[in-house]
């Protein structure tokens, strides 16, 4: 099974500011498109941003100007800045590849935005 490992979600007051990291094997990282998806209560999973290894970069509507994605390939890492940060961005966020891979799919990190 493919492990990615998400951290960096917390909670954070409307307007606030994360950074979410995750890792993933070497051999998937440089080989693939990595993403960021997230899943809210009571909705289906979202792709929320995504960047190829070429720099092209693909971001859901609703966070354009506001989350940036970025990944190290020394340390086989992707990140999402993620700033002014409102309620409706409350959701457990994933990383995976783009396509998701089905055996990708790990426990996430919680984003909560509330005051």
């Known amino acids: 099974q493919v492990q990615f490992v998400e951290s960096g979600g917390g909670l954070v007051q409307p307007g606030g500011s994360l950074t979410l990291s995750c890792a993933a094997s070497?051999?998937?990282?440089?080989?693939?498109?990595m993403a960021w998806y997230r899943q809210a209560p009571g909705k289906q999973r979202e792709l929320v941003a995504a960047?190829?290894?070429?720099?092209?970069?693909n971001l859901h509507e609703t966070v354009k100007g506001r989350f940036a994605i970025s990944r190290d390939g020394a340390k086989n890492t992707v990140y999402l800045q993620m700033n002014s940060l409102k309620p409706e961005d409350t959701a457990v966020y994933y990383c995976?590849?783009?396509?998701?891979?089905?055996?990708?799919w790990g426990q996430g990190t919680q984003v909560t935005v509330s005051s």
């Open positions: 070497g051999s998937i990282f440089s080989r693939n498109i």
């Open positions: 960047k190829a290894r070429n720099g092209d970069t």
């Open positions: 995976n590849t783009l396509p998701a891979r089905r055996d990708g």
